[in-house]
């Protein structure tokens, strides 16, 4: 419901709202998943500055490794439990950091904003080098399926502006 004009006021056309571009709220979804991912492993690293639940978590991910064989958890503690504080710190304002870009493109990308899909491009292909070096030293489907989407979603956001300058009035 709008508001009355005021007598005397020109009354100005209603402009038709554009209808959400479902691929790029797709896009968007997947970004905020990244967020969410982002800022748990940020908050995870901040929690193991505390003694106690670094000494839990170094537990509980020995017996997990134990039963299960899950190299990655026993990489990921053995790499963050000889850390300093400090660099507990930078690693956690790191996934911070990044948490904070995802979201930015995310909420730019649900909003349908041309900008948000250069940002997206730009972002996501500086991660591409270190995602191929990543599959190169070991190949999962974990770390293919991370490549592959998002070599699809710089190909499609790349497809979709050139699209638009094309179509664009002069």
Known sequence: ????????????????????????RVIAVYKFCKTVLMT???LGTLRLLNPEVAAWADRWAAALALRHDR???SYLI???SGQSPR????????AFTIALLFLTEGVGLWLGKRWAAYLTVVATSVFVPFEIVSLARR????????????L?????????LRRSESVRPA
Do not use: C, K, Q, W
Request: hydrophobic fraction near 55%.
């Open 1 to 24: 419901m709008s508001a009355p004009t005021p007598p005397g006021a020109p009354e100005l056309p209603s402009v038709p709202a554009r209808a959400p571009d479902p691929a790029l």
């Open 40 to 42: 748990a492993i940020g």
């Open 71 to 73: 190299r990655l958890l």
């Open 78 to 80: 053995a790499l963050v």
């Open 152 to 160: 699809a979603v710089v190909a499609f956001l790349i497809y979709r």
């Open 139 to 150: 190949v999962t489907v974990t770390r293919s399926a991370a490549l592959l989407v998002n």
């Open 87 to 94: 660099r507990l710190h930078e690693f956690a304002i790191g």
